[in-house]
């Protein structure tokens, strides 16, 4: 059974910095895209970050030079390194998984909290 397992969240000030960590569990992690999303209270889930098995990464216009993505391949976990914190960053963080195949994500962790305060 693959799982998805977050942890790093907080509060953090304005200006601060967090790392997230999602540990895989199963044969998810081997081959696959892994990402982070977000949603905050009363918006819609969105992309943050995504890295490749080869460690290509992507990010959201909305992070990018703030965030970054990294995963440990021989220990199964993908990090999300998040400096500058904005109040806007508010949200809970989705740790994600997808085949090379498949258009959308295919497994999804339980989420953990990020509070930045002002």
């Known amino acids: 059974q693959v799982q998805l397992v977050e942890s790093g969240g907080g509060v953090v000030q304005a200006g601060g910095s967090l790392i997230l960590s999602c540990a895989a569990s199963?044969?998810?992690?081997?081959?696959?895209?892994m990402g982070w999303n977000r949603q905050a209270p009363g918006k819609q889930r969105e992309l943050v970050a995504t890295?490749?098995?080869?460690?290509?990464?992507r990010y959201a216009d909305s992070v990018k030079g703030r965030f970054t993505i990294s995963r440990d391949n021989a220990k199964n976990t993908v990090y999300l390194q998040m400096n500058t914190l904005k109040p806007e960053d508010t949200a809970v963080y989705y740790c994600?998984?997808?085949?090379?195949?498949?258009?959308?994500?295919?497994?999804w962790g339980q989420g953990t909290q990020v509070t930045v305060s002002s």
């Open positions: 890295i490749t098995r080869g460690g290509s990464t």
């Open positions: 994600a998984a997808k085949y090379p195949s498949s258009s959308s994500w295919d497994y």
């Open positions: 199963g044969s998810i992690f081997s081959s696959n895209v």
